[in-house]
């Protein structure tokens, strides 16, 4: 968590709440977060001046595009944005302050502090790391029933790591690929290689539907996640599997079943999911 639905919910946020604006000052309380570059006191300075021109996504990265450089942060587990104005109190767990000149500031806020940011010349970012090695976006139009054919015709591994793998799909993390697999009727165990070419195009299509809904209800409120005005998602409500192990199946009554494939938590109906 966060994944695809829940990263475009926060970025579409965002852009209704901080685009045009400029940064005076950026305080950084946690300086391992920053990534890129490694001096946090170049990182500032590089910011200082610049306007938030549009926001934009890349699997679960969120990309801040601004004058002259792009800034990429990933949220990780825990990690949220809001916007406050500057004189109220700030939260615990706020770790980086991009201070506007309009009287706002943008906080970025992380428990565990996992969550990381790289900073690139614009135009750089898809060439370098995090972002180079990454795979195709769900809602392009790259993301065809014959290329994840090719892809998933190629592993040995079982079908739920395969999908779990931003250098295939990018996006996809435990709750969508345990709910596309529920509506495709796929099993998480099955080898991928042996999934056939009828039940790709069924998996395919049930991705795309899965993450749509899921956008559009602004996301699962799993644990701790909110949009970027603290708003909580809704999709959860419409989980057919994912965290509802012991409890019946919507389609057949089966109590849903809870095992881990790839060291994640998986869950699925051992009728529906044969």
């Given at each position: ?85 500057q004189n109220e109190s700030v939260a615990k767990h ?71 793998d931003q250098g295939i ?106």
């Open positions: 968590m966060p994944e695809l639905p829940e990263v475009e919910t926060v970025r579409r946020t965002l852009a209704e709440l901080v685009i045009g604006k400029t940064i005076e000052q950026v305080d950084v309380g946690w300086a391992k977060m920053i990534k890129r570059p490694d001096d946090v006191d170049q990182f500032k300075w590089l910011l200082k001046g610049q306007t938030i021109r549009s926001m934009g996504r890349r699997g679960k990265f969120l990309l801040f595009h601004l004058d002259d450089y792009t800034l990429v942060s990933h949220l990780r587990m825990e990690g949220r944005y809001g916007l406050y104005q706020t770790h980086v302050r991009f201070v506007f000149g309009d009287g706002t500031e943008l906080r970025y806020q992380d428990v565990r502090k996992f969550g990381t940011m790289h900073l690139f010349q614009s135009g750089r970012e898809q060439m370098e790391p995090p972002l180079a090695k990454l795979g195709v976006e769900p809602f392009s139009d790259q993301f065809s029933a014959k290329l994840l054919t090719e892809h998933l015709s190629k592993a040995s591994r079982k079908i739920k790591s395969a999908l779990l799909i990018v996006g996809l993390g435990n709750i969508y690929v345990d709910e596309a697999l529920f509506r495709a009727r796929i099993h998480p165990e099955r080898l991928a290689k042996d999934v056939t070419v009828a039940e790709v195009k069924i998996l395919h299509q049930a991705i795309l539907n899965t993450l749509t809904e899921a956008v559009n209800l602004g996301g699962s409120s799993i644990k701790s996640y909110v949009n970027g005005q603290g708003e909580m998602g809704m999709f959860q409500q419409r989980l057919d599997v994912y965290g509802r192990k012991g409890e019946a199946c919507r389609q057949c009554g089966t109590p849903i079943t809870k095992t881990v494939v790839g060291g994640r938590g998986t869950h699925f109906c051992s009728v529906c999911q044969k």
